[in-house]
């Protein structure tokens, strides 16, 4: 309170009471000011947000900016429209596992022969002492989440779902960590909240078999009426919401997740994500699940496409990046954020599912004119959408330089300001920002533990036996009974043989691959050279 005889002392000074006010004001913007200096000092200074969306099974061809014509995807092609594209980018393998293994490690699949398709019961693949990109990012102080499918094992074997599941993605870097165990089409149907299932009633526990059937369960087999999605080959045992799966489970009722949900689920988890961690710098693996097996789009996608739910599961994963990227816009965070965009391997139609994809995709080519597809040798197997888009900091272009996802360990690394020394791993993160041409000089192929190899324009496929067509998912395999050695240059589908025409360039480049796989390249019946 003022007393009345402060108040007439007031009365009569106004013009100091005007200074002392301006002064005040004067004293108090500028105090502001240098606060806001600080801030803007301490955002230069902050190292930038990294966020990979990885999906699952999309095809070289799958995008409107790689060239598709029968779907667009236009909150994909803008971030290829405004950052780099590029057309020679590689996921180290043709199947799930394996390239989820390179693209956190930095390391060769082959190397670990335990890196294949895994039932949803395998142990991690990963040990908890090797080096991963979460683990590189936190130790340069950011946070680091995974959201979406993991697929590289969890437990150390013999798992119980009903306890705390450890280890996993949480022990080998990840501070957080929401997935799905293995694949959509794989038990358990259930979401993993830092190693605990996300809503379990412990008065209904979940039991996961992979070899038989629990008693009195119901299986594609003997209940085929209560299936809304015929099965193909495989996937005929439980049933879970209508679909028939690969293993047996039982229980865990509350904890099922909703297939159609699943998107917007992982989407409002990774959104979240970005909101709790915008202060921090921060790495998200968003591993989104789409065009994987069983496709199931949100009622909002259903028949958009045209082209079958494989079409509209593609635009519903075009929305969700859309989606996304305005929540990195509405926190403040896109210009801090470098993201990278690309696919775990090659497309497949029919992967084991009746669902159209294969009798509607019309004029479609998922392959983007490659040979071969998912599980294949041939280039569609692994050759994949790849885009870097960071707002402000990269020019737009169109890149013919040769990248692996393997390289995201060492190039990243830099980026984070630290350095990773790796055998696989090249670094080349002036490729990823567009301001370099010279990608890698040569690279291993993997297709199920089969290898080839791809050196500048030349991809040498050395000769394995086995089936050249597999005839359930249709895809040529790429095995043959002798070399085969293509110019990608000018031959980008793979159908002239130059082994025979070109001895000395098979040589070199048998030679080179040996350099790097070693002699032993496991089931291969290697030909004498002519
Ligand atoms: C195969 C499945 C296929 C898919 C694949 C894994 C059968 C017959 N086929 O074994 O449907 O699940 O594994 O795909 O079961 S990946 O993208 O995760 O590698
Ligand atoms: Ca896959």
């Known amino acids: 309170m003022i007393s009345a005889r402060k108040k007439a002392f007031w009365m009569r000074k106004p013009e100091l009471l005007y200074f002392l006010v301006m002064a005040f004001t004067l004293v108090f913007t500028a105090c502001k000011e240098k606060k806001k200096e600080v801030a803007t000092h301490q955002e230069a200074q902050q190292p930038p947000n990294v966020v990979i969306f990885y999906l699952d099974d999309l095809g070289y061809g799958d995008l409107s900016c790689y060239g598709a014509t029968e779907i667009a995807t236009p909150n994909i092609d803008r971030l290829a429209d405004e950052g780099v594209r590029f057309t020679n980018g590689y996921a180290t393998s043709a199947t799930c596992t394996p390239s989820r293994y390179a693209i956190l ?47 590289l ?33 794989r038990v358990p149907t259930v979401y993993i909240e830092n190693g605990d299932v996300v809503g379990l009633d412990p008065d209904d526990p979940i039991e996961v078999n992979y070899e038989e059937n629990f008693e009195g369960e119901p299986t594609a087999l003997t209940h085929p009426e209560m299936l809304k999605m015929k099965w193909h080959h495989g996937h005929n045992n439980s049933i879970i919401n209508g679909i028939p799966r690969i293993g047996f489970m039982k229980g865990g009722e509350a904890a099922r997740w909703k297939d159609e949900e699943m998107a917007d689920h992982f989407l409002k988890k990774a959104k979240q994500y970005v909101k709790d961690h915008k202060q921090d710098p921060f790495f998200l693996h968003y591993t989104l699940q789409q065009p994987h097996v069983p496709r199931t789009p949100h009622p909002r996608f259903a028949g958009k496409s045209g082209l079958g739910p494989r079409g509209d599961v593609i635009l519903e994963a075009d929305w969700v990046v859309g989606e996304f990227m305005k929540t990195l816009e509405e926190e403040g965070v896109l210009e801090n954020t470098l993201v990278i965009f690309s696919s775990d391997n090659g497309p497949v139609l029919n992967d084991g599912y009746d669902d159209g994809a294969v009798e509607l995709k019309k004029g479609h080519d998922p392959n983007g004119g490659l040979r071969g597809g998912k599980y294949s040798l041939f280039d569609a197997g692994m050759r994949v959408p790849f885009i870097t888009y960071w707002k402000g900091k990269i020019d737009p272009r169109v890149s013919d330089a040769l990248v692996c996802q393997i390289d995201l360990l060492a190039s990243l690394a830099k980026l984070a300001g630290t350095q990773e020394n790796s055998t696989d791993s090249e670094e080349m993160l002036d490729v990823l920002l ?72 098979l040589k070199e480049m048998i030679a080179d691959f040996e350099a790097v796989r070693g002699k032993d390249y496991g089931t291969i019946e290697q030909l004498e050279l002519k």
Request: hydrophobic fraction near 30%; aromatic fraction near 10%.
């Open 153 to 185: 094992g969890l437990g150390e074997g013999q798992l119980n779902w009903n306890e705390h599941i450890s280890p996993g993605p949480n022990e080998v870097g990840f501070d957080y960590s929401y997935v799905m165990a293995a694949t959509q089409d």
């Open 105 to 151: 490690t930095g390391t060769y699949p082959w190397r670990n022969k335990s890196a294949k398709i895994l039932p949803g019961t395998a142990p991690l693949l990963i040990t908890t002492t090797q080096k991963t990109l979460p683990k590189m990012f936190k130790s340069q102080g950011y946070a680091t989440g995974i959201v979406g499918k993991w697929h």
């Open 434 to 505: 567009g301001k370099g041409e010279q990608g890698r000089e040569s690279l291993v192929l993997e297709a199920t533990t089969r290898t080839a190899f791809r050196k500048g324009d030349w991809i040498m496929i050395p000769p394995y036996k086995g089936p050249t067509l597999n005839e359930m998912v249709n895809i040529e395999l790429g095995n043959a009974d002798e070399f085969q050695l293509y110019n990608m240059n000018n031959d980008k589908a793979q159908q002239h043989n130059l082994a025979e025409q070109e001895p000395e360039k």
